[in-house]
C-alpha cells in the first residue's frame, strides 16, 4: 500500500501512497497526498497534495500545496498558500505568498502577502499592503491601502484609497 505515518501521534493516513511525516493530529484523506508534520492538518486533495506543517492548514484542490503557518487553506486544483495566517487560495493556480487574511480567488491570482487583500479576477495581482483589490481580468494593485483597481487590465501603484474602476467615476 506504500503508506507511511512517521512519528508522534493521532496521524492518520486513509488511503494508499500517502504519507504523514509526523506531528499531532494530521490526516491525509487522498491518494499520493503528504501531511509533512505540525498540527491538525488535512489534505483532501486527490494528487500530490501537500500540507508541509503548521497548523491547522487544508488542501482540497488537485496538486495544491500549503507550505505552513496557520489557518491557511488552498481550495482548487493547483492552488499554493506558502504561509501566513487564514489566508485562501480559491481560484485554479492561484497563489497567496502570506500575510494575514489574503484570498486569491480569480484564477491564476496572486497575493504576495499583506493584510486582507483580495485578487478577484482572473490574472490578477496584489503586491500587499491592507485591503486592497484587484477585481477584474488582469488587473493590479501594487502595495498601499484600501486601493481597487476595477478596470480590464487596470493597475493602481499604491497611495490609499485609490480606485481604477469606471464604474466608480475613478
Known amino acids: 500500500s506504500y503508506t507511511v505515518v512517521g512519528g508522534r501521534r ?31 492538518n488535512r489534505v483532501e486533495g486527490f494528487f500530490d497534495s501537500v500540507v508541509a506543517g503548521g497548523f491547522s492548514n487544508r488542501v482540497d484542490g488537485q496538486a495544491g500545496v500549503v507550505g505552513g503557518g ?4 488552498a481550495h482548487a486544483d493547483y ?18 505568498g502570506g500575510g494575514y487574511s489574503n484570498a486569491a480567488a480569480g484564477s491564476a491570482a496572486v497575493v504576495a502577502g499583506g493584510y486582507a487583500n483580495r485578487a478577484a479576477g482572473s490574472e490578477s495581482a496584489v503586491g500587499g499592503g491592507l ?32 480606485a481604477n474602476d469606471a464604474l466608480l467615476g475613478a
Open 10 to 40: 493521532i496521524n492518520r493516513a486513509d488511503e494508499d501512497c500517502v504519507g504523514v511525516g509526523g506531528g499531532l493530529w494530521n490526516r491525509v484523506g487522498e491518494m499520493w497526498g503528504t501531511a509533512g508534520g505540525g498540527r491538525f
Open 79 to 96: 492552488g499554493v498558500v506558502a504561509g501566513g495566517r487564514y489566508n485562501e487560495a480559491w481560484g485554479q493556480e492561484a497563489v497567496v
Open 131 to 162: 485591503r486592497n483589490a484587484a477585481a477584474e481580468q488582469g488587473t493590479v494593485v501594487a502595495g498601499g491601502r484600501d486601493n481597487v483597481a476595477g478596470d480590464l487590465y487596470g493597475a493602481v501603484l499604491g497611495g490609499m484609497g485609490n
Open 70 to 73: 496557520m489557518f491557511n487553506t
